[in-house]
């Protein structure tokens, strides 16, 4: 895989323009959990993979931090739907 020289994200092929980077989060005891989700820099595109309970899901709506809202799904699996 490429990476952007740039900075060293791999590159989103759903749009080709943007970069994928990762996101962290807290499990329910507390514990942090690396590169939970992977999201493309460019907000046109609005691609992303989570995991979630050992499944990995794709195209999911995104909200924003500011809670101002969603990205509009673009393709992929529907809400909810995993990837297998």
């Known amino acids: 895989m490429e990476h952007s020289v740039r900075s060293g994200w ?3 092929r759903q749009c080709n323009a943007g970069e994928l ?3 962290s989060d807290f499990g329910s005891g507390g514990t942090a959990i690396h590169f939970k ?3 493309c820099t460019n ?3 609005g691609f992303n ?3 979630r309970g050992g499944d990995v899901y794709r195209n999911e709506p995104v ?3 500011a809670g101002e809202g969603r ?3 673009r393709g992929g699996s529907p809400p909810g739907g995993r990837v297998v």
Do not use: G, N, Q, S
């Open 71 to 73: 990205f509009a799904r």
């Open 10 to 12: 791999p590159p989103c």
């Open 49 to 51: 993979l989570k995991i």
């Open 21 to 23: 980077v990762p996101l």
């Open 37 to 39: 989700a992977w999201v």
């Open 43 to 45: 907000p046109a595109c």
């Open 63 to 65: 909200v924003d931090a």
